[in-house]
């Protein structure tokens, strides 16, 4: 059973801007915390930001003043806005709970930053 589906990423060029999605089962939305996660070849997933039922955020440092989470509680989803997009941001991006769980990891959705 399918929980969380990824989607918006691409290959752009540095500089450039995305937006990724996460649709999310209205029971995960509305109980946790979403998080957004990356994972870059060869490097452990790490997390990115997340956002709370209420709509607080946190960014980790990479992420403050580039990335904007989001969420839209009328569609159970999660999004994040990405600017000023950097070669070294190209990873497999992840929606999940957060903390994360295991059994909510899903495709991820590819992000290349390449001119």
Do not use: H
């Given at each position: 059973q399918v929980q969380l589906v990824e989607s918006g990423g691409g290959?752009?060029?540095?500089?450039?801007?995305?937006?990724?999605?996460?649709?999310?089962?209205?029971?995960?939305?509305?109980?946790?915390?979403?998080?957004?996660?990356?994972?870059?070849p060869g490097k452990q997933r790490e997390l990115v930001a997340f956002i709370s039922s209420s709509g607080s955020t946190?960014?980790?440092?990479?992420?403050k003043g580039r990335f904007t989470?989001?969420?839209?509680?009328?569609?159970?989803?999660?999004?994040?806005?990405?600017?000023?997009?950097?070669?070294?941001?190209?990873?497999?991006?992840?929606?999940?709970s957060y903390p994360a769980q295991a059994k909510y990891w899903g495709q991820g959705t590819q992000v290349t930053v390449n001119s």
């Open positions: 290959l752009v060029q540095p500089g450039g801007s995305l937006r990724l999605s996460c649709a999310a089962s209205r029971s995960i939305f509305r109980t946790y915390s979403m998080g957004w996660y990356r994972q870059a946190y960014y980790v440092d990479f992420a989470i989001s969420r839209d509680n009328a569609k159970n989803s999660v999004y994040l806005q990405m600017n000023s997009l950097k070669p070294e941001d190209t990873a497999v991006y992840y929606c999940n």
